[in-house]
């Protein structure tokens, strides 16, 4: 009897396997953090090989913590830090370069030059996303432009092209299996996610080679199975998902209007549309949520670069806490912000502005003004952040949003919670377990196993852990007000 499936979550900064029991429970976890390589200001490189050593080997030691033998584990699903870019040798499986992560601006004045030849509207008519050295395609490019002998490789079809999933199971699968799923494809401005097909005209304008694409397959399906050398034997692997997508589907999200969001580094909200691409007209993405079946289901999608990174600002940069998760008992030694307001742009402003100059900004500092005014306009900077982009998501989707599913680590914060209900005017729900990211790729895997008979099965096994109700506090319309006055500033310096 196969007892569990594992999922393994090759993340920015970790590389982490959880196993899961038939129930959705975790039985054990596994975790090993990796190098992070920057070679130059802006520049952020992952090396391929330690992206898989970490993970192969978190692998087997979340099996041998659980004290399991690998004949009860049913299939492993994967998910992956999105956008990430790989390129290797197909006979050597050697990488020709370090892997080029997505929070790297390298490419940016290659796109700005795709922007002023005019390629903006097709690009993001095709493939829903804006032009920005974010997603993968550009960062293929470089490697190609870069590296001595790779486009000659390239055309010869010698070299093949992946994000980290795709590599992971080339990898674990002894090199037999180049393939991705559907929501990373839709990550790389190359996947036309209207025709669900790589796209010539794409690849004629990135000038990609389309001989070093994976196959694109749904996100639950059979990939291949890993090499008996590395497991004792072989074990299917049967999900795939972008880490965001996979997060959405162990939320449960599953019907059209239902949105998640996750509090890391930045924050990440996804929206189910359903299956019809519809194109933002407020400066959101729109993107491939996953694939089932035969069945494809869209969402939109805003992406908030300074969140959680903020509280470790006030860790490290400014000294005022000693640890991220003392923000919120300083924050509480104030009842309100006393009119501060702080714009944590420090990487400019993603979703719904796409300002890449934006700055940092703190404004209605007093003589009176403390640590913890700040602390607090720290926090609630994250909440009025996420406000923009589910505003923005309201308005493209035509409907009112009424509740918020929540994940990842800032989600502890009750503070920063209850204000986000009160901002949204709407319920804010935080499971559980808070570790969807894995628990999608586990769902994925195992109903293409048959480990569950379908979603109205594992939806069951999502359970709240605590519910914030909005509260009309007053004044909240003016705080609005002054945030966006606040964000015209950061804007504007």
């Not at 390298?106 to 032009?131: M, N, W, Y």
């Not at 913890?372 to 309201?394: G, N, P, Y």
Request: glycine share 8%; hydrophobic share 45%; aromatic share 10%.
């Amino acid at each position: 009897m196969k007892k569990y499936i594992l999922a393994l979550d090759q993340g920015t900064t970790s590389s982490r396997a959880i196993l899961f029991d038939h129930s959705g429970r975790i039985v054990s976890v596994a975790q090993k953090e990796f190098t992070q390589i920057f070679p130059r200001p802006g520049w952020v490189e992952h090396d391929p090989l330690e992206i898989w050593t970490t993970q192969a080997s978190v692998a087997s030691e979340a099996r041998l913590k659980a004290g399991i033998p690998v004949s009860e584990i049913a299939a492993i699903g994967i998910t992956n830090q999105r956008e990430t870019t790989i390129v290797w040798d197909r006979e050597t499986g050697e990488p020709i370069y370090n892997a080029i992560v997505w929070q790297d601006r390298r490419t940016a004045p290659f796109c700005e030059q795709l922007k002023q030849a005019g390629h903006a509207d097709k690009i993001r008519s095709k493939t829903g996303l804006v032009i920005d050295a974010y997603f993968s395609g550009s960062k293929l490019r470089w490697i190609l432009d870069q590296v001595p002998g790779a486009v000659k490789k390239a055309s010869e079809g010698r070299l093949a092209f992946g994000t980290v999933d795709s590599w992971l199971v080339w990898k674990f699968t002894g090199g037999k299996v180049h393939a991705t799923d559907i929501t990373n494809a839709s990550r790389t401005m190359l996947y036309n996610i209207r025709d669900q097909q790589w796209d010539p005209e794409l690849l004629k304008i990135f000038d990609v080679p389309a001989s070093v694409l994976p196959e694109v397959k749904e996100s639950s399906a059979h990939y291949g199975v890993t090499e008996s050398s590395i497991f004792s034997e072989e074990i299917p692997i049967t999900g795939m998902a972008g880490d965001q997508h996979a997060a959405l589907f162990g939320q449960m999200c599953l019907d059209k209007g239902m949105v998640k969001n996750t509090y890391g580094t930045g924050c990440f909200m996804l929206m189910n549309i359903g299956d019809q691409f519809v194109e933002s007209k407020n400066n959101l993405l729109t993107t491939v949520a996953w694939k089932l079946n035969g069945q494809i289901q869209y969402a939109f999608e805003g992406s908030i670069f300074i969140a959680g990174a903020v509280v470790q600002w006030l860790r490290d940069g400014l000294g005022i806490i000693r640890n991220s998760a003392d923000v919120e008992l300083l924050a509480n030694q104030v009842k309100d912000t006393d009119g501060v307001y702080f714009v944590p742009a420090f990487a400019g402003l993603g979703a719904p502005y796409w300002d890449p100059d934006a700055r940092g900004t703190m404004v209605g500092l007093t003589r009176g003004t403390k640590a913890a005014h700040i602390a607090r306009a720290a926090v609630e900077s994250i909440a009025f952040q996420t406000m923009d982009v589910l505003k923005a998501m309201e308005a493209d989707a035509g409907l009112t949003i009424r509740e918020l599913r929540v994940d990842g680590g800032a989600t502890a914060n009750n503070l920063l919670m209850q204000f986000q209900a009160d901002l949204l005017n709407c319920r804010v729900i935080r499971p559980k377990i808070t570790e969807t990211t894995a628990m999608g790729a586990a769902f994925l895997a195992g109903l293409c196993t048959g480990f569950w008979k379908d979603s109205a099965e594992i939806a069951q096994w999502w359970k709240s852990d605590r519910e914030f109700n909005p509260d009309a506090a007053p004044g909240l319309q003016s705080q609005i007000e002054s945030w966006k006055r606040a964000v015209q500033a950061a804007r504007a310096f």
